[in-house]
């Protein structure tokens, strides 16, 4: 397991594909090199494809949880520049 | 003077309703033209067409209005301008591909070289009807490997390795076959059920699953007059000398079993799926 501190949470629940991914990647444009980026996003479409979107775009995916309503919080920390 | 329109079609001259009218179609290898033949295109149809063009259904390009006594010269310029013309007729037509691996996140083989690599050991060899290669990077099939008479889809067999692993959860997520699932130490692999997708290779965040890339073949795909799809007799390949064997086997198979103008579906069918299975399983292992 990797240790790790959240720095900031976006809730991208209450969007569909593509802007999932959109809003995820301007929240971590406005973190720094290195922040962690807490995810808050939908089961379906969202948890198969913005995990893997993330790690096309170079940044580290720490954790995936599931949550009990059926939501899921994806844990990702900035790519280094 | 008698014109030979049987030639005509066999290289690439389609006859139109119009009178001495032909739609010229040109040799496109996986769907890839460069600007310098978009350009010399453009010129062709615009100094002997309409200054149209026609996308046809299998990524090939075709100019309509080609008028009979321009033939020779239509040609002379296009191959000056480096762009062949295409085939017709009862032979090996163009191979058609995404844009696998080379270009898109999803694709798990190299597509493009691999239709190169078909197009230029097969393109234009006469056989008893029309036979049709496709090849597509992943379980996505976004060309349709199973409409064509041997379509090759590409797919990673997968291994998971405990050490990089977190156990993040994102693969046993992302799997669509229900093929993986988390324990307290790791994760558990049921292999029945994996279709080669790759999709926990491509996700993984910290490169836990490796992929090795291979080939999904089906045969006798056929979605014209007839419509059935390709069918897989063989395991995934991993190895391109065996595609090609087998690529040689079914095309041995189809010159020696079908009736003249008669699909390669048709061959297998009449002659029986087990004995394909067990020529292109011989093929398969030299």
Not at chain 1, 16 to 44: M, R, S, Y
Not at chain 2, 60 to 86: S, W
Not at chain 2, 204 to 215: I, L, R, S, T
Request: overall charge negative; aromatic content about 8%.
């Amino acid at each position: 397991m990797v240790d790790f501190q959240v720095d900031e949470t976006v809730d991208i629940t209450d969007v569909v594909c593509p802007i999932t991914f959109v809003k995820a990647k301007v929240a971590l444009e406005e973190l720094d090199d290195g922040q962690v980026l807490l995810i808050h996003l939908n089961d379906g479409e969202p948890v198969q494809n913005v995990p893997r979107s993330i790690k096309e775009e170079g940044h580290q995916i720490l954790k995936l949880t599931g949550n009990e309503d059926g939501t899921y919080d994806l844990v990702v920390r900035k790519a280094g520049g | 003077m008698e014109v030979d329109y049987k030639a005509l079609k066999d290289g690439g001259f389609m006859r139109q309703i119009q009178k001495d009218h032909f739609s010229l179609r040109l040799k496109v290898v996986g769907g890839n033209l460069t600007a310098e033949q978009f350009e010399t295109i453009a010129a062709i149809s615009r100094k002997y067409g309409k200054g149209t063009v026609h996308l046809t259904s299998r990524q090939g390009v075709e100019i309509p209005f080609i008028k009979l006594a321009d033939v020779e010269a239509v040609k002379a310029e296009l191959l000056a301008g480096g762009v062949h013309t295409g085939v017709c007729g009862p032979r090996v037509r163009t191979v058609t591909a995404c844009q696998g691996s080379a270009i898109c996140p999803s694709g798990c083989i190299d597509t493009h070289g691999l239709a190169v690599e078909i197009s230029e050991r097969y393109f234009g060899r006469q056989l008893p009807h029309k036979f049709k290669f496709g090849v597509t990077g992943c379980m996505n099939n976004c060309l349709k490997a199973e409409e064509n008479d041997l379509g090759v889809k590409g797919g990673y067999t997968v291994a998971w390795r405990k050490e990089p692993c977190t156990l993040c959860g994102v693969c046993v997520k992302i799997c669509r076959e229900g093929a993986l699932a988390q324990t307290e130490d790791g994760i558990l692999f049921d292999e029945g059920k994996c279709n080669y997708c790759g999709r926990c290779v491509k996700s993984c965040p910290f490169d836990a699953w490796e992929g090795e890339p291979g080939y999904i073949l089906s045969f006798g795909g056929t979605f014209g007059n007839q419509i059935a799809p390709g069918k897989a007799v063989l395991p995934i390949l991993h190895d391109k000398e065996a595609l090609f064997r087998v690529s040689d086997a079914a095309l041995a198979f189809f010159d020696k079993h079908a009736n003249a103008s008669e699909r390669f579906r048709v061959a297998i069918d009449r002659a029986g799926w087990d004995a394909f299975a067990r020529e292109m399983e011989e093929a398969y292992h030299g």
